[in-house]
C-alpha cells in the first residue's frame, strides 16, 4: 500500500428509500438495526477504522438528517454529509463535488447497504487505485445463467469470464469525477455502477477478488438474515426499565398526556410540559442503561426546561440507548387519574409515542385506570403515570 492516509478518500451512498426491503413501513434499510447497531454505522466503521482511508463523505436522502445523525453517533463527526438526488448516480456525484476542493488521489465508492465489508477487501481495491488504476470488487458467477423470454427459456448463456460486481469501487479521483460530470452532461442516467461509467468514459478498471460476505441488504429477508448472522449466542441481554411520575392539577384547560394535548377544566402543573406519561417514559428508558433519571439530564432547575415539550426528553432518553446499542422493543404506560378520559386519545398517544421512538406502534402499550375515587388520584388533584420499556442490548447476559 503506498498511499499515505487522506490521499484515498471514500465516498457512501446512503440515500435511498430502501422500499424493496420494507421501507415505507420499517424505515429506510440504511438504519434499520443488525446484530444492535444500524446498518450505516457499521458500513462507516469499517471504513473509518482503515489507516489509508482519510476523508469519508456520506450521501443521505433530504430527510434523513435527524435519522442519520442518530444511527451515526460519535462517528457524525468524522464524516462529511451530503443530500442526494433522485437517483444513486446523482447522489454519488454530489459527494464526488464535495471532495473536489480537497481533491484526493483517489476515491472508494461504496453502497451504505454493504455493512460487512472487511479490511481485507478494502486492503485490495486500496492497493490497487493506490497504483493509479481503477478497481472493481468482483466475484466469479458460480450458477447456471439463463435467458427468458416471458415465462420461457430462451437460451443458457456462457458464464466464462462473467463476475458479479461489487463495491467499493474505487478509482482516481479526478478521472471518475470528469466520467460522472460528462455523464450528467450527456443525460446518461442508466448506469447500474460507478465502473459502468468509468468504462463509458474510457477509463481502464481491474477487477480484484470480492467477498462472499460482503452481501448488499436489499431485501427484507436479506436484513434479517443479517440481523440473525450477528446475534449473540446463548442468552440475550434483555433489560426491562420502570418509571413513575406523579403531577398535581392547577388551574388550565388542557393537560399534555403521552404527547397529546386533551382539553380539560384544570392542567398538570410542572417545570415542562407535566406530560406525566412522557416523564415516567423516560425513567423507564433510561433505567436500562443505568444512565439515571430525568432530573440528571434535564433539571428542574435550569431554565432552559421551562415549558418544554416532553417528547425532547423520551427522545433524547432513546438516543442514549440506540448509542449504548440497544434495540427498544416495547413500550407500555398505564395512566392513573379520574379525569380526563382516555380511550378518545389512546390511538393518538401511541402513534406519538411510536414516533419518539421510532418502533412500530404495535409495540407502544397506553392503558388508564381510575383509582376508585381513593387518595389524591381519587380526589382528582392529579395524575400519576407508570411506564415499562423493554431493550435488547448486544450480547448476552454476563454469567
Request: net charge neutral; charged share 20%.
Amino acid at each position: 500500500m503506498t498511499a499515505a492516509r487522506g490521499e484515498i478518500a471514500a465516498v457512501i451512498v446512503a440515500a435511498g428509500r430502501g422500499e424493496r426491503a420494507g421501507g415505507a413501513t420499517h424505515g429506510p434499510k440504511q438504519y434499520r438495526i443488525v446484530g444492535g447497531r444500524p446498518v450505516i454505522r457499521r458500513t462507516i466503521e469499517a471504513f473509518a477504522a482503515h489507516p489509508g482511508i482519510g476523508r469519508i463523505v456520506v450521501a443521505i436522502h433530504a430527510d434523513d438528517d435527524a435519522l442519520f445523525a442518530a444511527a451515526a453517533g460519535d462517528l457524525a463527526a468524522r464524516v462529511a454529509v451530503v443530500h442526494g438526488g433522485a437517483t444513486r448516480q446523482d447522489s454519488t456525484l454530489r459527494a464526488l463535488q464535495a471532495l473536489a476542493e480537497a481533491a484526493p488521489q483517489a476515491v472508494l465508492i461504496h453502497d451504505g447497504v454493504r455493512p460487512f465489508v472487511d479490511r481485507a477487501l478494502l486492503d485490495r481495491v486500496v492497493e490497487v487505485v493506490a497504483a493509479g488504476h481503477g478497481a472493481l470488487p468482483a466475484l466469479p458467477v458460480a450458477d447456471t445463467l439463463k435467458r427468458a423470454a416471458s415465462t420461457d427459456i430462451a437460451g443458457t448463456v456462457d458464464r466464462a469470464g462473467l463476475h458479479a460486481a461489487q463495491t467499493p469501487q474505487g478509482f482516481p479521483f479526478a478521472a471518475i469525477l470528469a466520467a460522472h460530470e460528462a455523464a450528467a452532461r450527456a443525460g446518461r442516467a442508466d448506469f447500474t455502477d460507478d465502473s459502468a461509467i468509468a468504462e463509458w468514459a474510457g477509463m481502464k478498471v481491474r477487477l480484484v477478488p470480492g467477498s462472499p460476505d460482503n452481501l448488499k441488504l436489499t431485501w427484507a429477508r436479506d436484513i434479517e438474515m443479517a440481523d440473525e448472522r450477528l446475534a449473540p449466542a446463548g442468552f440475550p441481554d434483555v433489560r426491562t426499565g420502570n418509571g413513575y411520575d406523579v403531577h398535581a392539577f392547577e388551574a388550565g384547560e388542557a393537560v399534555t398526556l403521552c404527547g397529546v394535548s386533551i382539553p380539560h377544566d384544570r392542567r398538570l402543573s410542572g417545570h415542562s410540559d407535566a406530560d406525566v406519561g412522557l416523564h415516567a417514559l423516560t425513567d423507564a428508558l433510561l433505567a436500562t442503561c443505568g444512565a439515571g433519571d430525568i432530573g440528571t439530564h434535564f433539571p428542574p432547575s435550569d431554565p432552559q426546561w421551562k415549558g418544554a415539550a416532553s417528547r425532547i426528553f423520551v427522545e433524547h432518553a432513546a438516543k442514549l440507548v440506540r448509542e449504548r446499542g440497544g434495540r427498544i422493543a416495547s413500550a407500555d404506560v398505564t395512566l392513573i387519574c379520574e379525569a380526563p378520559k382516555i380511550g378518545p386519545h389512546r390511538a393518538a398517544m401511541v402513534a406519538a409515542m411510536a414516533g419518539m421512538l421510532r418502533i412500530l406502534p404495535d409495540r407502544v402499550s397506553v392503558k388508564a385506570t381510575t383509582n376508585e375515587k381513593l387518595g389524591f388520584i381519587g380526589r382528582s388533584e392529579g395524575i400519576a403515570a407508570i411506564a415499562t420499556a423493554s431493550v435488547v442490548y448486544p450480547g448476552e447476559v454476563p454469567a
